[in-house]
């Protein structure tokens, strides 16, 4: 079946602590993105790649990274959390740009205390 | 920056009647998207509009792109319950990037039965 995976689907940690929202799509998509949701704010875009090894910033990318070593994997990394990065978080993949349709993984609710 | 505007935030419709949602962009869009995402889930792709003045349709969903292509709704005709979601629309972000996507705030519908 095709999809995007994320994981954990829940998490919740403390201030400071890094850590690692993975997300995988097995469709061969070259774009990938990650989203954060919060209440009022929509969907605002993080980071992004357009293919391996190119990544660029988004609306909000400070204290975020991000890698694409691979075509499938595209993990979101927190070196060290803060309470304002609480949110609902989203990955997705498209076939090539932007202007393809984009498949939304299930969802990352983070807490971070 | 740029921006890309949704209203209204939220609507409450009796089932039967229509609703409409309609997105603003301060700058000109190459293309529109539109997503729903129901309570509880990820965002899904609902359609793509390109040329200027588009217009489609999906069953009783009608989607528009205004003639200067800085505007676009979206109209549902006599809503059911399994409308119930939150409505985006989202554009390419402006300055060259080809990978960055605006996402309005959207529109949350609730519809009662």
């Known amino acids: 079946e095709a999809q995007v995976t994320q994981n954990p689907r829940y998490l919740i940690t403390v201030t400071g602590k890094k850590l690692t929202v993975t997300c995988s799509q097995n469709?061969?998509?070259?774009?990938m993105s990650w989203y954060r949701q919060d209440p009022g704010l929509g969907l605002r875009q993080i980071y992004y790649s357009m293919n391996v090894e190119v990544t660029d910033k988004g609306d909000v990318p400070e204290g975020y990274k991000v890698s694409r070593k691979e075509k499938r994997n595209f993990p979101l990394i927190l070196e060290s959390p803060s309470p304002n990065q609480t949110s609902l978080y989203f990955c997705?993949?498209?076939?090539?740009?932007?202007?393809?349709?984009?498949?939304f993984g299930p969802g990352t609710r983070l807490t971070v205390l | 920056g740029q921006q890309v505007m949704q209203i209204p935030q939220y609507q409450h419709v009796q089932e039967g009647e229509d609703f409409t949602t309609y997105c603003n962009s301060s700058?000109?869009?190459?293309?529109i998207q539109w997503y729903k995402q129901r309570p509880g889930g990820h965002p899904v792709f609902l359609i793509q509009l390109v040329k200027s003045g588009e217009v489609k349709k999906q069953k009783r969903l009608t989607f528009q792109f205004g003639e200067a292509k800085k505007n676009s709704s979206l109209h549902i005709t006599a809503t059911q319950t399994t409308d119930v979601g939150t409505y985006f629309c989202?554009?390419?972000?402006?300055?060259?990037?080809?990978?960055?996507?605006?996402f309005g705030k959207g529109t949350k519908l609730s519809v009662k039965p």
């Open positions: 700058t000109t869009l190459s293309n």
């Open positions: 997705a993949s498209s076939l090539k740009r932007i202007n393809n349709e984009q498949f």
């Open positions: 989202a554009g390419p972000g402006y300055g060259g990037s080809q990978g960055n996507l605006i």
């Open positions: 469709m061969n998509h070259e774009y």
